[in-house]
């Protein structure tokens, strides 16, 4: 396909609008990103569709990327920041594998743009364990070998999480409802759903749980 | 994806400004980014509307409700007052797609999305929705088991929306603002016939930007369901969804709006189910006659037929469930 016409970026405006030092053109927050001040029709600034640098907040840390306005936070997450703990199946919505927090809400990955992503909290799976020390939905996904392939298992992990942040004391309807839109092919479902509840029964507290204390009956 | 220039929002008429010369609205992404991603549509700008603050919130009030079209599925399920007072509204929004796609899907967006027809989504096919050379509708002959069983001789798409079901059912109302001003349509009118044009399935005009959502207060008495039955249980897109709105006088229906989802290229409403049920006690009988008189003028397509007899049920079941008289069909969505 052809390349959509240049489009002319006002470099002040731009500036102005972001709220930025001149040494710097990164978009870095939801508020600045194209605001100028008493805006008439016209004067907000575009971007791309060239790459332009950006801020994102991901797992509390701040990490500046150069995009084009055209990839998606997966792309960005994956390819430019190396965390390629969120995985992509669909690409277009219906699987849920890219599964991360949009401003702690379940959201995909795979369909926001990198450059809506600007000023909102971001968290992928690498943000829910502490160094080495899991969290405890992923601590009792081990407990109850709730993984074949492991595939849609990040994005699994983020529904259930989620669930537990909004409602710590689930019942199965709840969490079958949670993870209603999260394809595993391998089956997984009913251990996802026991390692979950069994969270919400305090039964699995975070921290490395080794696969020998894992696997009692 | 092509190339694209974006320009974020934060005022209805900065996005007004924005508009024009190839740029599109964006507003949760989820239909835009599909059909982007598979080369159907490739704007040159996407005017992103999401930080429109005063597109945002709902309101409840004696008048009726008052949605802002960035309100998400998510946000219109979970609404205690929706749940109570407009409740095929939540279910609609809160049975369709998946939990996280419901948390980004707007309103607005939603009810424009596109059609999932796989002829007009595959670049492989002309298809005259496209606008393309082709003067068939492919499905007609072709693969149809998903498509119209009712006006479908010009082009047999069903239009996917599930919250436009019970929009039509509650008459709402979308306000369109544009430069040149701003102008109710009722969801009755706001879906366009493939014979009055092929290529829109809207009224919406380049330039306008939908900036509201009405829903008149029910009558006392009213009580309304939805349901929508699909292929798998978890979620899916519906192959037969039904809204039915009964205002009620004791086991009275004193009056009923039946509404069918991707029974025909445009949401319908069926009179002909509406003057069984209206001035009738509502039981068993007058459900089923209901859902038969709905599906009396269908013309199912080579592979559609069992659609028939699946939208007889759900019209049954959704105007026992607003009744009172059943519970959510265990069978249905959700
Ligand atoms: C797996 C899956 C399952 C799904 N199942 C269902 C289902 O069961 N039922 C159902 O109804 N939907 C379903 N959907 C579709 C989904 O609900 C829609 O794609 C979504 O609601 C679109 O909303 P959006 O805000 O993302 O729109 P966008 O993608 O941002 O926009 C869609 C279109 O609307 C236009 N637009 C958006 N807002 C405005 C506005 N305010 N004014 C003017 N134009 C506007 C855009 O220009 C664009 O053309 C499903 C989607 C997926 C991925
Ligand atoms: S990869 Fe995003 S939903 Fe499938
Ligand atoms: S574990 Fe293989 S897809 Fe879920």
């Known amino acids: 396909m052809a390349?959509?016409?240049?489009?002319e970026v006002s470099r002040r405006g731009f500036l102005k609008g972001a709220g930025v030092t001149a040494a710097s053109t990164v978009i870095e927050s939801a508020k600045a990103f194209g605001r100028e001040a008493n805006s008439a029709l016209q004067s907000v600034p575009t971007v791309g569709p060239g790459p332009l640098p950006i801020k994102l907040h991901i797992n509390g840390e701040e990490h500046?990327?150069?995009?084009?306005?055209?990839?998606?936070?997966?792309?960005?997450?994956?390819?430019?920041?190396g965390l390629t703990g969120t995985k992509v199946v669909c690409d277009r919505g219906s699987c849920s594998a890219c599964t991360v927090w949009i401003d702690k809400v379940p959201a995909l990955a795979c369909m926001t743009l990198s450059v809506d992503a600007v000023g909102r909290e971001i968290t992928?799976?690498?943000?829910?364990?502490?160094?080495?020390?899991?969290?405890?939905?992923?601590?009792?996904?081990?407990?109850h070998d709730a993984m074949q392939c492991g595939f849609c298992t990040p994005g699994m992990v983020m529904s259930c999480a989620a669930l537990l942040e909004r409602n710590p004391n689930p019942s199965l309807a709840d969490v079958k409802h949670a993870v209603s839109g999260n394809l595993c092919r391998c089956g997984t479902y009913p251990k996802v759903f026991a390692a979950t509840l069994d969270v919400a029964q305090h039964r699995v507290a975070s921290g490395l749980v080794t696969l020998s204390a894992g696997r009692e009956a | 994806m092509n190339k694209f220039a974006f320009v974020d929002c934060k005022t209805v008429d900065e996005?007004?400004?924005?508009?024009g010369d190839g740029a599109t609205v964006k507003a949760g992404g989820i239909d835009l980014l599909d059909l982007m991603k598979d080369d159907i549509v490739f704007p040159a700008k996407l005017v992103n509307i999401r930080n429109v603050d005063s597109l945002r919130g709902i309101t409840v009030s004696a008048d009726g409700l008052q949605l802002g079209p960035l309100s998400t599925l998510s946000e219109i399920a979970d609404h205690p007052e929706i749940q109570r007072s407009y409740s095929a509204l939540s279910d609609a929004a809160g049975h369709a797609a998946t939990p996280q796609v419901r948390n980004m899907a707007t309103l607005g967006g939603n009810i424009m999305q596109r059609p999932r027809c796989w002829y007009?989504?595959?670049?492989?096919?002309?298809?005259?929705?496209?606008?393309?050379?082709s003067d068939e509708c492919h499905a007609q002959a072709g693969e149809n088991q998903y498509h119209a069983i009712m006006n479908n001789s010009t082009c047999a798409m069903v239009h996917p929306s599930s919250t436009a079901v019970p929009l039509?059912?509650?008459?709402?109302?979308?306000?369109?603002?544009?430069?040149?001003?701003?102008?109710?349509?009722?969801?009755?009118n706001f879906y366009v016939p493939p014979e009055k044009s092929v290529i829109n399935e809207t009224v919406v005009q380049p330039g306008e930007l939908i900036t509201g959502i009405f829903v008149p207060a029910p009558a006392p008495g009213t009580r309304s369901a939805y349901q929508k039955y699909g292929e798998k249980e978890s979620f899916d897109w519906p192959i037969a969804d039904a809204g039915v709105v009964l205002v009620m006088d004791g086991a009275l229906c004193r009056k009923a709006s039946v509404v069918l989802g991707v029974a025909a290229p445009t949401p319908i409403r069926s009179k002909a189910a509406e003057a069984v049920l209206t001035g009738k006690t509502i039981d068993e009988a007058t459900a089923r006659a209901a859902g038969k008189a709905a599906m009396q003028d269908?013309?199912?397509?080579?592979?559609?037929?069992?659609?028939?007899?699946?939208?007889?049920?759900?019209?049954?079941?959704?105007?026992?469930?607003?009744?009172?008289?059943?519970?959510?069909?265990?069978?249905?969505?959700?």
């Open chain 1, 3 to 7: 390349d959509a016409p240049k489009i």
């Open chain 1, 64 to 81: 500046i990327v150069t995009v084009e306005p055209r990839y998606t936070l997966a792309e960005t997450l994956r390819d430019n920041l």
């Open chain 1, 124 to 143: 992928t799976i690498e943000g829910l364990s502490h160094g080495d020390t899991m969290h405890p939905v992923q601590a009792a996904f081990v407990k």
């Open chain 2, 15 to 19: 996005a007004l400004g924005q508009l």
């Open chain 2, 120 to 133: 007009f989504r595959s670049t492989d096919v002309d298809c005259k929705k496209k606008g393309g050379g």
């Open chain 2, 168 to 188: 039509l059912g509650m008459d709402a109302q979308v306000e369109l603002t544009s430069k040149r001003g701003k102008r109710m349509v009722l969801m009755s």
């Open chain 2, 298 to 334: 269908a013309t199912p397509l080579s592979q559609n037929g069992y659609k028939v007899q699946l939208f007889q049920t759900a019209i049954y079941r959704t105007v026992l469930l607003a009744a009172g008289q059943m519970q959510r069909d265990p069978s249905a969505i959700g």
